[in-house]
């Protein structure tokens, strides 16, 4: 009928200022992962990105708001190249998509080594188990010596966690276990 309303609730928006950008992104492949390091904001915390290389979505791989300005990727793949970007954090405000860097991250580590290995002398035999392994695609390598003698072979590109030795020397026995990734390392 051209009758004019109530006003609405009035609401106010107040603009936080943008984050400046980190620069100086440096990469460090290792053992360990992709050590990322970078020259910091003052006050501002990070949020770590990172895609396969010119394929996928970038994902956010860090925590948000972390404030220290090295960050290690524990969890990129070995074999792959990778892209990271790292952007500022201030307020739940994001800095622009800092320069993006590519880290090839060839598979030259070793896997971490067997943890927790027990020996289990049994009659006529020895077993041995250990935990599994922190990364895909693993086997394993088991030698035995008598008492400080040379290493021989027991087993080979064992897929599991454990090892029958029904061929055991009597004597003081020592075993090593060792993993083997994919790429023989």
């Keep these: 009928d051209g009758t004019?309303?109530?006003?609405?609730?009035?609401?106010?928006?107040?603009?936080?200022?943008?984050?400046p950008s980190v620069t100086g992104t440096v990469a460090t492949p290792g053992p360990a992962?992709?050590?990322?390091?970078?020259?910091?904001?003052?006050?501002?915390?990070?949020?770590?990105?990172?895609?396969?290389a010119g394929t996928g979505p970038w994902t956010i791989v860090s925590p948000i708001g972390f404030e220290t300005t090295t960050w290690t990727d524990t969890g990129a793949e070995q074999g792959k190249t990778w892209q990271y970007r790292v952007r500022t954090v201030i307020e739940a405000t994001a800095s622009p998509r800092g320069g993006e860097i590519t880290v090839p991250y060839?598979?030259?580590?070793?896997?971490?080594?067997?943890?927790?290995?027990?020996?289990?002398?049994?009659?006529?035999?020895?077993?041995?188990?250990?935990?599994?392994?922190?990364?895909?695609?693993?086997?394993?390598?088991?030698?035995?010596?008598?008492?400080?003698?040379?290493?021989?072979?027991?087993?080979?590109?064992?897929?599991?966690?454990e090892l029958i030795d029904t061929a055991a020397p009597a004597g003081e026995i020592s075993y090593q276990v060792r993993a083997v990734d994919k790429a023989g390392n």
């Design 4 to 19: 004019p309303s109530a006003l609405s609730n009035i609401a106010t928006w107040k603009p936080k200022p943008v984050p």
């Design 33 to 52: 992962g992709i050590e990322l390091t970078w020259k910091g904001v003052q006050g501002g915390g990070y949020a770590v990105e990172r895609r396969e």
């Design 106 to 161: 060839p598979d030259i580590y070793p896997p971490p080594p067997p943890t927790s290995v027990i020996c289990l002398p049994e009659e006529s035999m020895v077993r041995l188990r250990w935990d599994p392994a922190g990364e895909p695609d693993v086997t394993f390598t088991v030698s035995r010596r008598l008492a400080g003698g040379a290493w021989t072979p027991v087993g080979e590109r064992i897929a599991g966690t």
